[in-house]
């Protein structure tokens, strides 16, 4: 009798603590969405994430609150993009049912917290990447996601209104489509009948490497702003002209041209921006008898990309273009190289995905470190140059001691550079190709430093086309400068192209 007094007290005991935990989760369920009924405004989310990137020079979204993330939501179209699966789970290249089943039941919940019919949510799905793009109102819908185990992340990729210090982020080696006169001491000239090399290829021994390989069979994908139509080098019509031969250039787009993040209309594969054309023309413009700017790789194989508006990847549409681009350069077995001359000050999550994808598939991936106006030199290397999947790259001046190139940005992730302007002429930048026909133009920068540095990969990718992705980079590191040692701000340092391609 006394055995089973003890066990109806103990039951109640654990009955009583049962309730109370239950209250205990009911009130902090409750609190956790107490959140305000306002959004913050544009200026109070700048200012946490210019604080947040001064103190620790990043920023991620899944270490703010609810609140926060819905206020850049709400500023930013009302677009959320749900990156699902199982951690790592980045992409699938066939929709397994269990896959599915996770997605949509995110969508049951989101159709739930919104009050919308299921059929009736706004939602963008990507190919192959485990992303889907969805209207959200409601705080409710975020706090409800950020419970799920099958949420990978989630972030604002409509929110394009960040400034820091009151100022736009933006390239100072973004858009361009002005021709330059071109000082003769800053090109050599060669066959046939005065082709131009850029005065830095002396410094890489470039033009030394030329007797070895030129790029022959060997395909570079560039994603940028694409490649002129007015620009004919660059083109069908005279890409094979001269000493280049035997060669292709293609080019796509998937950049929407749109104020609704849910558009389909897409803006073509043309340059309208002039970034794209000049990353292009140093990589694999045509050596022939025009008296213009030579490519680094001149017999390469070019699959220009217009995946964004202009170097900054702030808006919606450009983070999914890239993303595009990325996995479908990633399926083409052709494509040994990818370029993108193109970031942002924090990482976005589907390019995160892309680039793992076309990693995945054995991809040489080049990325550059940043190039920007002097105020936002404290932001370090950006966003994709900073992941462990791409090789990032930076411009440095040309005198004895090293020194990055005037808006250049360096940093411990930074993996080679190239020269890209005078010790004490920063106008003295590589000419290139302009964006219209037999136009020239100054351009440098990281965005060049890295289209170079994908030339070069080029280049010894032909000279030993059996080799692996890791063989080459291997190269690429033993020719640099400070090889086996790796500077804590420029990496291994200058590449020799000769002793690349040996």
């Given at each position: 009798?006394?055995?089973?007094?003890?066990?109806?007290?103990?039951?109640?005991?654990?009955?009583?603590?049962?309730?109370?935990?239950e209250d205990a989760i009911i009130e902090t369920e409750s609190q956790e969405i107490q959140f305000p009924k306002e959004p913050l405004t544009v200026q109070e989310i700048n200012n946490r994430i210019s604080e947040t990137i001064r103190a620790t020079g990043d920023f991620d979204w899944s270490k703010e609150d609810a609140h926060f993330l819905w206020s850049a939501v709400v500023h930013g179209q009302n677009v959320l993009t749900i990156g699902y699966g199982n951690e790592g789970q980045s992409f699938s290249e066939t929709r397994d049912p269990e896959l599915e089943a996770k997605k949509e039941a995110l969508l049951d919940i989101v159709s739930d917290k919104e009050k919308i019919n299921k059929q009736e949510l706004k939602?963008?799905?990507?190919?192959?990447?485990?992303?889907?793009?969805?209207g959200v109102a409601s705080i409710e819908t975020i706090v409800a996601l950020r419970k799920n185990k099958n949420v990978r992340y989630l972030e604002p990729n409509g929110y394009n209104q960040f400034t820091y210090n009151e100022v736009a982020y933006r390239s100072s080696s973004g858009c361009d489509k002005n021709g330059d006169y071109i000082n003769p001491s800053h090109y050599t000239t060669i066959s046939p009948n005065n082709a131009q090399v850029a005065w830095n290829f002396s410094e890489h021994n470039i033009q030394q490497a030329?007797?070895?390989?030129?790029?022959?069979?060997?395909?570079?994908?560039?994603?940028?702003?694409?490649?002129?139509?007015?620009?004919?080098?660059?083109?069908?019509?005279?890409?094979?002209?001269?000493?280049?031969?035997?060669?292709?250039?293609?080019?796509?787009?998937?950049?929407i041209d749109s104020n609704w993040w849910w558009s389909s209309n897409y803006d073509g594969p043309h340059d309208k921006c002039g970034h794209g054309t000049a990353m292009?023309?140093?990589?694999?413009?045509?050596?022939?008898?025009?008296?213009?700017?030579?490519?680094?790789a001149y017999n390469s194989n070019l699959v220009a990309y217009r995946a964004t508006e202009d170097v900054l990847l702030n808006d919606y549409h450009e983070r999914k273009g890239v993303s595009k681009a990325l996995t479908q350069l990633g399926n083409r077995s052709d494509v040994k190289i990818i370029s993108m001359s193109i970031g942002y000050v924090w990482s976005i999550g589907n390019i995160k995905d892309a680039v793992k994808y076309a990693y995945s598939k054995n991809k040489l991936i080049f990325a550059a470190g940043g190039t920007s106006t002097s105020?936002?030199?404290?932001?370090?290397?950006?966003?994709?140059?900073?992941?462990?999947?791409?090789?990032?790259?930076?411009?440095?001046?040309?005198?004895?001691?090293?020194?990055?190139?005037?808006?250049?940005?360096?940093?411990?992730?930074?993996?080679?550079?190239?020269?890209?302007?005078?010790?004490?002429?920063?106008?003295?930048?590589?000419?290139?190709?302009?964006?219209?026909?037999?136009?020239?133009?100054?351009?440098?920068?990281?965005?060049?430093?890295?289209?170079?540095?994908?030339?070069?990969?080029?280049?010894?990718?032909?000279?030993?086309?059996?080799?692996?992705?890791?063989?080459?980079?291997?190269?690429?590191?033993?020719?640099?400068?400070?090889?086996?040692?790796?500077?804590?701000?420029?990496?291994?340092?200058?590449?020799?192209?000769?002793?690349?391609?040996?």
């Open positions: 009798m006394k055995n089973m007094y003890l066990k109806v007290l103990l039951l109640l005991a654990i009955t009583i603590v049962s309730c109370a935990k939602v963008v799905e990507q190919e192959i990447l485990n992303v889907i793009d969805v030329w007797s070895l390989s030129t790029g022959s069979g060997v395909t570079i994908g560039l994603i940028d702003t694409g490649v002129s139509a007015s620009q004919p080098l660059l083109n069908t019509s005279g890409f094979n002209d001269g000493v280049s031969s035997g060669r292709f250039v293609q080019k796509y787009g998937t950049f292009g023309s140093t990589m694999a413009a045509p050596r022939n008898d025009n008296g213009m700017p030579v490519g680094v105020f936002t030199n404290g932001f370090g290397v950006i966003f994709p140059a900073t992941m462990s999947e791409t090789v990032a790259v930076t411009g440095v001046n040309d005198g004895s001691n090293y020194e990055r190139c005037d808006t250049c940005h360096s940093g411990n992730k930074i993996d080679f550079t190239i020269i890209m302007e005078g010790d004490n002429n920063t106008s003295k930048a590589p000419p290139v190709l302009g964006f219209y026909n037999g136009d020239r133009r100054y351009t440098g920068g990281s965005s060049v430093a890295t289209a170079t540095t994908a030339g070069i990969a080029a280049l010894v990718w032909s000279r030993h086309p059996t080799w692996s992705r890791t063989q080459v980079l291997n190269r690429l590191k033993q020719s640099a400068e400070f090889y086996p040692y790796k500077n804590s701000s420029f990496g291994y340092g200058n590449i020799d192209a000769w002793q690349a391609v040996q």
